[in-house]
Every structure is written in structure tokens, then in C-alpha cells.
């Protein structure tokens, strides 16, 4: 099967899960090696507060990388629309008609939102929102190249 068009759209994260994993345990060991040189001349509080530090650390470390592989994949084929969606590990799939398939405009997907509109698809009643890992400008291109995609494959059956 032949792709006509593909798009990945995901956040713009600098570390990978393994990278944050590895910081930290750098940071960990030099926090803690600094917080027992004090611990062994007798000042006790700062490995308490480092170890308290670390474990916020540690937390804020593990929500940032439990969302940084998030992402949304778009693939059209002369069949199918097939959209994919994964956030925290959670995937979700919706396969639509190509031939079926439309690209709502903004103002008609989510009229008076507070959050900046989404690309919304909608097939024989099934509607799915693509595009929250990107900003507007992307979101609009995305919106265009598939309106154009789609056209093709109206134009090839």
C-alpha cells in the first residue's frame, strides 16, 4: 500500500526519556557525594535537603519524560486515513474513509474554544482532533498538505 501522504507531529522535547534517566542520575551522584562529605563532618541537614531535592527533582524529571515521546501520526493511503495518537503510552488509532474525510476549518472544529484550534477531521460522524503538539503555523500547514492529499485521492478513484 502506497502512502500518499505522511505526517508525524510531536512536541519539541531536547532530552529523551534515557537522556533525562541519565541526568539524573549524574545530577544524583554528585548531590549525594556532596551531601555525605558534609553528612561525614557531622552536618546531617544538607543530605536531607539534598535528598528532599532530589526526589522533586526526580518527579518533575519523570512527568517531563513520561510525555516527552508524545505524538500524533497521520497516514493516507489510497484506502485509508489512518490517524495515530500517543501520549504517556496511551495509544489510540482511527481509521477513516479518504474519500469521506473532511478537514473542518477552525471557527467550524471548535467555535469560541479558549485553547487554539485543533485540526479536526470528521468522516461518517467519526471526528478526530490532531495537531496539540504543534503551533498554529504547523497546524496549518498540516491542514493544507492534507486537504490536498485528500483531493488526490478523490481525483485517483
Known sequence: MRMLYECTLQRNCSMTPRQVARAYA???????????????????????????????????????????????????????????????????????????????????ASPGAPRPALITLESRGVRVEVGRFVNEAQRRQVARELRLALRQVSVMR
Open 26 to 108: 549524574v545530577l544524583c551522584t554528585l548531590s549525594l557525594a556532596v551531601a555525605l562529605a558534609f553528612f561525614l563532618h557531622g552536618i546531617w541537614i544538607v543530605l536531607a535537603f539534598s535528598l528532599l531535592e532530589l526526589a522533586c527533582v526526580g518527579l518533575a524529571l519523570l512527568l517531563y519524560a513520561r510525555h516527552a515521546l508524545d505524538r500524533e501520526r497521520i497516514a493516507l493511503s489510497s484506502d485509508c486515513l489512518l490517524v495515530e495518537c500517543v501520549q504517556a503510552e496511551v495509544r489510540s488509532q482511527a481509521l477513516l474513509d479518504p474519500l469521506w474525510t473532511r478537514v473542518l476549518p477552525a471557527a467550524e
